[in-house]
């Protein structure tokens, strides 16, 4: 009994810890997202075009992080960070605010129902970039 009651501790210690770590994590990239709208530059140069696009940037990071704040799955969260970093990243290489299109193939080569077309929906689902996964949902 002591046992199991050590180990418990541990893992409360230990997903307390991570919290922590994952919190301050999140907290960076809001702040790194806010600093980025401040300074935001459009590609375009007009000044109409830069305001769009800050007021893009806030919005959407107001609204995801608003709608994942009560993720507890690590995994999730580590989800989200990827896809916030990559979309930052993106954003700063492309000097655009908005996801970067891809093209899927339609799903028009499978039969309406049947495996065929689960495998289909499946490996759509699989070859969409980590970037889009969020934003797809909200739109």
């Known amino acids: 009994m002591c046992r199991h009651a050590h180990r418990m501790k541990s893992v409360v210690v230990t997903e307390r810890l991570m919290t922590t770590t994952t919190g301050k994590e999140v907290l960076g990239l809001y702040r790194r997202i806010f600093r980025l709208a401040r300074k935001w530059q459009s590609a375009s140069g007009q000044m109409e075009d830069t305001v769009k696009e800050k007021q893009y940037i806030l919005n959407e990071a107001r609204m995801l992080f608003q ?21 930052i990243e993106i954003g700063l290489h ?7 299109p891809i093209h899927l193939p339609p799903l ?27 934003h797809d949902e909200v739109s």
């Open 67 to 87: 709608k994942n704040k009560n993720l507890t799955d690590s995994e999730l969260i580590k989800q989200c960070i990827d896809e916030c970093t990559a979309r």
């Open 94 to 100: 492309y000097h655009i605010p908005y996801p970067r």
């Open 108 to 134: 028009g080569l499978a039969p309406i129902q049947g495996q065929a077309l689960r495998t289909q929906e499946k490996r759509r689902k699989l070859s969409k970039p980590v970037y889009l996964k969020s």
